[in-house]
């Protein structure tokens, strides 16, 4: 059973140091076109979802103390971030297909914007986990 949860432990960690590390590079440099790394960008918020999920279940399923109240609040700010991406990122981006420069611009600043907000959201969910066991 240990590998299952090396496992897991490993794919969460994966897809979680993939989702914040581009949605933290992105933020920095306008230049790099967002639309390229939403849909794997999402896919690993996916992937860290589920795997949390399962940790959550094999590791705290019983009991909500102190470090769970830190973990949840990482957990939040993850689904906060999630939510920042797809309404920003996601809509601004199925929109750049056939438009003008000016309206182009536009987008590019709405897209960079959202993964500004969701790179901060993830520090503090990456802090989040990485603290919890201290709480």
Do not use: N
């Amino acid at each position: 059973m240990q590998y299952v949860y090396i496992i897991v432990l490993g794919l969460h960690v994966l897809a979680g140091v993939f989702w914040a590390g581009t949605t933290i590079a992105v933020a920095r440099d306008p230049e790099i076109r967002i639309e390229r790394f939403f849909r794997p960008q999402m896919r690993a918020a996916g992937m860290v979802f589920l795997t949390g999920a399962l940790l959550w279940y094999f590791f705290h399923g019983g009991y909500f103390g102190s470090m769970e109240m830190v973990l949840a609040l990482g957990i939040a700010t993850a689904l906060i971030a999630a939510g920042v991406q797809g309404a920003l990122v996601g809509s601004a981006s199925r929109q750049l297909a056939g438009i003008d420069a000016a309206t182009e611009t536009q987008l590019r600043a709405k897209m960079t914007r959202g993964e500004r907000i969701a790179g901060g959201l993830l520090v503090i969910t990456v802090l989040c986990m990485a603290t919890a066991r201290l709480f």
